[in-house]
Nanobody
Framework: QVQLVESGGGLVQAGGSLRLSCAAS????????MGWFRQAPGKEREFVAAISSNGAISYYADSVKGRFTISRDNAKNMVSLQMNSLKPEDTAVYYCAADYYWGAILTTTGPDYWGQGTQVTVSS
């Protein structure tokens, strides 16, 4: 089992920045690919970003590429999402997820483990 707890959400003006963090506990963190997903009101959950178990590979949704950066610190069991140039359409609940397999972390139905989510609201 892996337990995930997100933090860092909040209210920010358009153009601003936020940094989300996800603390993991349980099985060896360094074994898992990690991802961030989001779900806006009335919309389906969507993939945002993912990072491989050793941090060597990252992948982003087109909608956030160039604005968001995913990173991880395996010594601290943490994964982060730096969000810059935020837009109102980035408003959503952001979820951290983990899975042993890279392919699974790229899909909304794939990851085995999920956090409870943190709200990000971007005002115009």
């Amino acid at each position: 089992q892996v337990q995930l707890v997100e933090s860092g959400g909040g209210l920010v003006q358009a153009g601003g920045s936020l940094r989300l963090s996800c603390a993991a506990s349980g099985r060896p963190f360094s074994s898992y690919a990690m991802g961030w997903f989001r779900q806006a009101p009335g919309k389906e959950r969507e993939f945002v970003a993912a990072i491989s178990s050793n941090g060597a590979i990252s992948y982003y949704a087109d909608s956030v590429k160039g604005r968001f950066t995913i990173s991880r610190d395996n010594a601290k069991n943490m994964v982060s999402l730096q969000m810059n140039s935020l837009k109102p359409e980035d408003t959503a609940v952001y979820y951290c997820a983990a899975d042993y397999y890279w392919g699974a972390i790229l899909t909304t139905t794939g990851p085995d483990y999920w956090g409870q989510g943190t709200q990000v609201t971007v005002s115009s």
